[in-house]
């Protein structure tokens, strides 16, 4: 069996459909961080959130059909962690509340290209 090589007009027409995809999603997202950004938390939840601890992230290939996981590891820190992935399909995933150490995946053979976190003691 041949396999066909896709011509260089092809690989920049996937290029750019890739970059107007990634575009699109990073607007949508900035519109609801501002969206976010406006409801006001109770006083209880903002004072649990801890935004001076510092954790280390990773991202790795190696869930389901190589989907895309990102780590946050918070060793030591004596905090609870969530972990957001951002696919390449232009989803997202967190992972639940978790001590000191939380992994979210990407849906099946799904890329990841970020990852952050949040914490709270």
């Given at each position: ?22 575009a ?28 001076a ?44 509340w ?20 949040a914490?709270?003691?």
């Amino acid at each position: 069996m041949v396999r066909r090589v896709p011509d260089l007009a092809e690989k920049g027409e996937r290029i750019v459909r890739t970059f107007t995809r990634m575009a699109t999603v990073a607007l949508s997202t900035a519109a609801a961080a501002t969206a976010v950004a406006t409801v006001s938390l109770p006083a209880a939840s903002a004072a649990e959130v801890s935004a001076a601890v510092t954790c280390q992230t990773g991202i790795d290939s190696r869930g389901p059909g190589g989907a895309g996981r990102g780590h946050t590891w918070c060793t030591g820190k004596r905090v609870y962690v969530q972990t957001t992935v951002y696919c390449d399909n232009g989803s997202s995933s967190k992972s639940a509340w978790l001590w000191e150490y939380s992994k979210a995946e990407c849906q099946y053979g799904i890329k990841a290209y970020k990852v952050s976190y949040a914490t709270r003691t």
